[in-house]
C-alpha cells in the first residue's frame, strides 16, 4: 500500500492528531509529579482495565504473536493461554492488595517507592537497585515498540527503516512528554478499543475469504498437518516438555512488570477492582485468541512468503489484502495503537524511576515539584533517544525483544512483589537478593547455557528468585514488630 494511498493516510492523520490532543488535554491539567506518574489514583474501572492490557499487549499482539502463529500454528496458543492464567492471577492476587498497601504506607507512588515502604528501607539501596533494573529492561521494552512502529510505516508507507523509526517514536514521545500516565492511560483506553475492534475483524473477514472455518482448516491441514496439532512443532517434531513449559512461562511475567503494575495502583477505588478484572479477562481472551487465529489464516491464504522477522507483518498484509482502504486505515492505526500504548507507558515508568528514584533520592532531595515534573519529562527524552538507538537494526524481532524483557521483569520483580503482599516474614534482605538474583539471572542465562538449554529464562529466573527471597529472609533476623503491624493492618482492610 504506497504513501499516495488517501484513505490511509487520512486514518492515521486523524488517529494521531487526537491522541496528541489528549496529551495537551492533560498538559495542561498536570500539576505536580504525582500528578504526571500515576494521575493522582484517578482512574476509573474501564480505563484502568483496558489501559493496563493495552499496555500490557503491545505491538506484539498485532505483529509479534499473529507472526509466531503464521510459522508455528497452533504452537503458538501455548503462550496465549499462559497469559491467560497470567492475567487473571495477576488481577486476583496483585490489584487489591498492591493498591492498598502503595496508598496507605507512605503513599507510594512507583514500584521502587512500594518496595521501600514496604520494608521501611531508609538506606534506599531496595529503590535504587529497583530503578536500575527498571532502567535496564525498560530501554530494551520501549526498543522493542520502536522496531514495530518503524517496521509498520515501512511496510505501509514504503518508507526506509530509519525514517519510519523516527517517525513513529515521535509520536508517542509527544503526547507522553505532554500529558504524563493520565494521557498515557486515557490514550491506552481508545487504543485498547481499536485493537480489540482490529483483531476482531480481520482475522473472520479472512475467515471467510477463505469460505469459512472449516475450509480454512481443511487448507491448513493441506499445507501442514503439523500446524493444527499443539503437540507438534511445524517441522513436525513433537513439541518437548520443556518447551511447553517455557511457551507457558509467559504468565509468570505478569506479576513484576512495572507498566502494568502502576495501573492497580492509580484505580480511583479498589472496591472496583473485581469489575475492572471482569473487563480485562473478556478483553484478553478473545484478543489472543483470535491474535492466533490471524496468524494462522495469513498462512492459510497465504498473503506472501515470509521468513524469519518477516513474519510479524502478516497482520499488516492481511489488512492490505481484506479490508477497504478506509477500514484498512483504521485497522492500520489499530496496529500503530498496539504500538504506542505500550511504549508510551514504559517511556512514563522509566522517567519516573530516573526522576523519583535517582534524582529526587540521590541528587536533589528538596527538588521542588515543578522541578521534578521537568526532569520527568526531560528524562522521556532521554530514555527515547537511547532505545531509538537500540531500535535502529532492522533485524531486530519485536517478539524476541518483547520476550527478554518480558522475563527480565517477571523475575526480577514477580517473586518479590507476590512474597511482599502475602508473607510477613520477609525482609529488606530478602527483597534485595530477590532483585539481584532474578535480574541477573535472565541477563546470563542465554549466553551461559550456551544453547544447552532452551529454557525460557523467566522460569530459571524467577525460580532462582523466589528460592534467594524465602532463603534470605528466613537467614535473616525477623522484620521489626512495626513492618509486621502495617501488614497485618492493611491486609485486614484489604479482607474486609
Known amino acids: 500500500m504506497a504513501l499516495n494511498n488517501a484513505h490511509v493516510i487520512i486514518a492515521f492523520a486523524v488517529y494521531l492528531t487526537f491522541m496528541l490532543a489528549i496529551g495537551w488535554f492533560f498538559y495542561r491539567r498536570t500539576r505536580n509529579l504525582a500528578d504526571y506518574i500515576l494521575g493522582g489514583r484517578g482512574l476509573n474501572s474501564w480505563v484502568a482495565a483496558m489501559s493496563a492490557q493495552a499496555s500490557d499487549m503491545s505491538g506484539w499482539l498485532l505483529m509479534g504473536l499473529p507472526g509466531f502463529a503464521y510459522l508455528a500454528g497452533l504452537e503458538a496458543g501455548w503462550i496465549a493461554l499462559g497469559l491467560g492464567i497470567g492475567t487473571y492471577l495477576n488481577?486476583?492476587?496483585?490489584?487489591?492488595?498492591?493498591?492498598?498497601?502503595?496508598?496507605?504506607?507512605?503513599?507510594?507512588?512507583?514500584?521502587?517507592?512500594?518496595?521501600?515502604?514496604?520494608?521501611?528501607?531508609?538506606?534506599?539501596?531496595?529503590?535504587?537497585?529497583?530503578?536500575?533494573?527498571?532502567?535496564?529492561?525498560?530501554?530494551?521494552?520501549?526498543?522493542?515498540?520502536?522496531?514495530?512502529?518503524?517496521?509498520?510505516?515501512?511496510?505501509?508507507?514504503?518508507?526506509?527503516?530509519?525514517?519510519?523509526?523516527?517517525?513513529?517514536?515521535?509520536?508517542?514521545?509527544?503526547?507522553?512528554?505532554?500529558?504524563?500516565?493520565?494521557?498515557?492511560?486515557?490514550?491506552?483506553?481508545?487504543?485498547?478499543?481499536?485493537?480489540?475492534?482490529?483483531?476482531?475483524?480481520?482475522?473472520?473477514?479472512?475467515?471467510?475469504?477463505?469460505?469459512?472455518?472449516?475450509?480454512?482448516?481443511?487448507?491448513?491441514?493441506?499445507?501442514?498437518?503439523?500446524?493444527?496439532?499443539?503437540?507438534?512443532?511445524?517441522?513436525?517434531?513433537?513439541?518437548?516438555?520443556?518447551?511447553?513449559?517455557?511457551?507457558?512461562?509467559?504468565?509468570?511475567?505478569?506479576?513484576?512488570?512495572?507498566?502494568?503494575?502502576?495501573?492497580?495502583?492509580?484505580?480511583?477505588?479498589?472496591?472496583?477492582?473485581?469489575?475492572?478484572?471482569?473487563?480485562?479477562?473478556?478483553?484478553?481472551?478473545?484478543?489472543?485468541?483470535?491474535?492466533?487465529?490471524?496468524?494462522?489464516?495469513?498462512?492459510?491464504?497465504?498473503?506472501?512468503?515470509?521468513?524469519?522477522?518477516?513474519?510479524?507483518?502478516?497482520?499488516?498484509?492481511?489488512?492490505q489484502r481484506m479490508a477497504h482502504p478506509l477500514a484498512a486505515g483504521i485497522f492500520l492505526s489499530a496496529i500503530l495503537a498496539a504500538i504506542m500504548s505500550t511504549a508510551d507507558s514504559q517511556l512514563l515508568v522509566t522517567s519516573s524511576a530516573i526522576t523519583r528514584d535517582f534524582y529526587k533520592v540521590l541528587l536533589r532531595p528538596r527538588a521542588r515539584e515543578r522541578e521534578l515534573l521537568w526532569v520527568s519529562r526531560l528524562a522521556v527524552l532521554g530514555v527515547a533517544a537511547v532505545a531509538l538507538v537500540l531500535a535502529m537494526n532492522p533485524e531486530n524481532s519485536v517478539l524476541g525483544l518483547v520476550a527478554y524483557a518480558w522475563a527480565g521483569f517477571g523475575a526480577t520483580f514477580g517473586p518479590l512483589v507476590l512474597i511482599s503482599l502475602y508473607w510477613p516474614r520477609m525482609t529488606r534482605k530478602g527483597a534485595l537478593a530477590g532483585i539481584v538474583v532474578g535480574g541477573i539471572t535472565v541477563l546470563v542465562w542465554k549466553p551461559l547455557s550456551g544453547g544447552i538449554f532452551n529454557l525460557y529464562e523467566i522460569v530459571p529466573g524467577f525460580l532462582f528468585s523466589t528460592l534467594a527471597i524465602l532463603a534470605f529472609s528466613l537467614l535473616d533476623k525477623e522484620p521489626a514488630a512495626d513492618i509486621k503491624k502495617e501488614f497485618i493492618r492493611i491486609n485486614a482492610g484489604e479482607a474486609r
Open 91 to 319: 488481577w486476583k492476587l496483585v490489584a487489591s492488595r498492591l493498591r492498598r498497601y502503595t496508598e496507605t504506607a507512605g503513599d507510594a507512588l512507583t514500584i521502587p517507592d512500594y518496595f521501600e515502604n514496604r520494608f521501611h528501607d531508609r538506606s534506599h539501596v531496595l529503590r535504587v537497585v529497583s530503578a536500575l533494573f527498571i532502567l535496564v529492561f525498560f530501554l530494551i521494552y520501549t526498543a522493542s515498540g520502536f522496531v514495530a512502529g518503524a517496521k509498520l510505516f515501512a511496510t505501509v508507507f514504503e518508507l526506509p527503516y530509519l525514517t519510519a523509526l523516527i517517525l513513529g517514536a515521535l509520536v508517542i514521545i509527544a503526547y507522553t512528554f505532554m500529558g504524563g500516565f493520565m494521557a498515557v492511560s486515557w490514550t491506552d483506553f481508545f487504543q485498547g478499543t481499536i485493537m480489540f475492534l482490529a483483531i476482531l475483524v480481520v482475522p473472520i473477514l479472512a475467515v471467510l475469504h477463505k469460505g469459512g472455518f472449516t475450509a480454512m482448516i481443511a487448507d491448513l491441514g493441506k499445507l501442514n498437518r503439523e500446524f493444527l496439532d499443539p503437540f507438534t512443532s511445524a517441522s513436525g517434531e513433537t513439541i518437548t516438555l520443556v518447551a511447553v513449559v517455557s511457551l507457558l512461562a509467559w504468565g509468570l511475567g505478569y506479576f513484576g512488570q512495572p507498566h502494568i503494575l502502576a495501573r492497580f495502583m492509580a484505580i480511583r477505588n479498589p472496591d472496583r477492582i473485581p469489575r475492572s478484572r471482569h473487563i480485562a479477562m473478556t478483553w484478553v481472551i478473545i484478543s489472543l485468541g483470535f491474535a492466533v487465529l490471524a496468524g494462522m489464516a495469513g498462512a492459510a491464504l497465504p498473503v506472501e512468503s515470509l521468513v524469519g522477522p518477516d513474519s510479524e507483518k502478516v497482520f499488516i498484509l492481511l489488512v
